[in-house]
């Protein structure tokens, strides 16, 4: 049996959390090293861990990263992304490029638009993977679905809130989205690009109705759909993607925690 001096501490801190939280709250674990050092010790480096952010958006492209932790520098307070606030986002962006080694790896819009959005993320999760300086021997993928590497990977559902590497990944390419997005933003102004970062909330279906599409955004998703018709109806030449009834679900449960 493996026996996980982090995972011990992280137990302890949960402890200390719930004991210390109001009646009703419920205290949430944070990711753990003990896969990775589970590997480890069976010789099996680099691990990696790997997520993306921007399958949910209407706009901009899906951001993929890959991170290999050093076992002996991880920065403190690194969690699932959506947990953490902007501000601590950047801060742990910073820490983690300077201690790891990470890749990141784009899909853009024509590619969400020619592959559909699963295959889009899958394929900049693969190219992440392969663009490390070096190739892991084992792969951790937030979600359902394993990537294309030539390495071991195991996908692990609410991974970025299990898994300290893949949460790693999950701070770099949602702080690396969202810098772009602000970028987008001043090459696109009107949309809100800047504070909503492409999802689809209010705002920016008001301005995409308004306005019509941008450059920037998915041409087959069902809102960016109904724009086009109203402002270029003879551009709207196939049926929208049969993924995006489930990407238009996960975007309105993201939207909270992602803007």
Sequence with gaps: ????????????????????????????????????????????????????????????????????????????????????????????????????????????????????????????????????????QHVFVDGRDKVDAPCDCDAVIGGDGIVMSIAAASIIAKVTRDRLMCALALDCPGYGFETHKGYAVPEHREALDRLGPSVHHRRFFAPVIAARLKHFPESVEREPDLFVADTLIASESEVSAAV
């Design 1 to 136: 049996m493996i026996r996980d001096k982090s995972a011990r501490k992280s137990e302890k801190s949960v402890s200390k959390q719930k004991a210390a939280l109001p009646k009703g709250v419920i205290a949430v674990a944070p990711p753990s090293f003990r896969r990775e050092r589970a590997l480890i010790k069976r010789g099996v480096w680099p691990v990696a861990g790997c997520d993306e952010a921007g399958r949910g958006p209407l706009a901009g492209p899906v951001v993929a990263a890959a991170v290999v932790l050093d076992p002996k520098r991880i920065p403190k307070g690194i969690d699932d992304s959506k947990r953490l606030t902007a501000e601590r986002r950047e801060e742990l962006f910073e820490e983690i490029c300077a201690t790891s080694s990470f890749a990141v790896a784009f899909a853009s819009p024509a590619r969400i638009d020619r592959d559909n959005i699963l295959r889009a993320s899958l394929w900049a999760l693969a190219r992440a993977v392969r663009a490390l300086p070096e190739m892991p």
